[in-house]
């Protein structure tokens, strides 16, 4: 139960944070525009005392706005040595209680070594989270959920956002779900996109801003009615090899 909730406020937060900051950016550039146009009005129509009120009101809300994006936004990730291995484990137990009561089978297969990145262990949690709801809730009532980690050494060619040189743990989150239709393929990461009654269609943009911050790549493979799978590229921490 202590864990249902946990699980439901990281996400909550998580939304909430990707939800205001998209907001403050979307309104500061509402107000530029407004800003031009009433300048404009104010110069033609020449009233003193009209023209403060609006100006001030409106060096207001680009205060309040301005805050919340530096205040509501997402948190600034705290880097330290993480065990990939650890935050899957402790990512599985948050979503246990919705695999449970449910003929799901769950294989786990972790085998990269060295397993340590240079990561944020809250945030890439909240990644890991967020891709196994997902694939939990493309199964069903059944169906298979694969969670496997590889050491993928250097030198190996790898997606450009990942092409840092050095060896990279790989994740792999696999389903044998709905399955993704090729025209959403491409959609899937876009704020508020949601194929879902009760979606926010924040959950892959949280995980992919999430990856570019640990410097590593994210990609999905998928076929319609068979499954998908999220694999996620991250640096190997450099003391680690
Ligand atoms: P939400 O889960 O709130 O819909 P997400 O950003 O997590 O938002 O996912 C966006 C969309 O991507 C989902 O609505 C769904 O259509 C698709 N999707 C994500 N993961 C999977 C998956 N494992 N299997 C099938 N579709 C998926
Ligand atoms: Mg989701």
């Keep these: ?14 939304s909430l944070g990707t939800l205001s ?23 033609k129509n020449r009233e003193a005392e009209l023209a403060d009120v609006v100006r001030r009101e409106m060096r207001r809300i680009d205060s309040i706005v301005g805050q919340m994006l530096k205040y509501a936004g997402p948190a600034l990730p705290v880097f330290s040595s993480v065990r990939v291995h650890d935050v899957l484990d402790h990512s599985l137990r948050l979503v246990q209680s919705r695999i449970e009561g449910r003929l799901i089978s769950l294989k786990r297969a972790f085998n990269a ?17 967020n891709l196994l709801l997902n694939a939990i809730e493309a199964v069903g009532p059944n169906g298979s959920l694969t969670v496997a980690t590889d050491l993928i050494s250097a030198g190996t ?29 491409n959609r899937l990461f876009e704020p508020f996109f ?3 009654q009760q979606g926010t269609g924040l959950g892959l943009t949280i995980v992919r801003r999430i ?18 799978t999220f694999s ?9 090899l």
Excluded: C, W
Aim: aromatic residues 2%; charged residues 20%; glycine residues 8%.
């Design 1 to 14: 139960h202590q864990l249902e909730q946990t699980l439901r406020q990281l996400n909550r937060l998580a």
């Design 21 to 43: 900051a998209g907001m403050a950016h979307e309104i500061k550039n509402a107000l530029v525009a407004v800003k031009t146009f009433v300048d404009l009005l104010l110069e």
């Design 113 to 129: 070594s060295p397993d340590i990145i240079n990561g944020d262990d809250y945030q890439l949690e909240q990644a890991f989270v």
């Design 157 to 185: 060619p790898k997606p450009k956002a990942a092409s840092t040189g050095g060896a990279h743990v790989k994740i792999a989150i696999a389903d044998t779900g709905i399955g993704i239709t090729t025209e959403n393929m």
């Design 194 to 196: 949601t194929t879902k």
């Design 211 to 228: 990856v570019e911050e640990h410097h590593g790549d994210i990609s999905v493979q998928s076929q319609a009615n068979k499954g998908t």
């Design 232 to 240: 996620i590229l991250l640096p190997v921490h450099a003391h680690a």
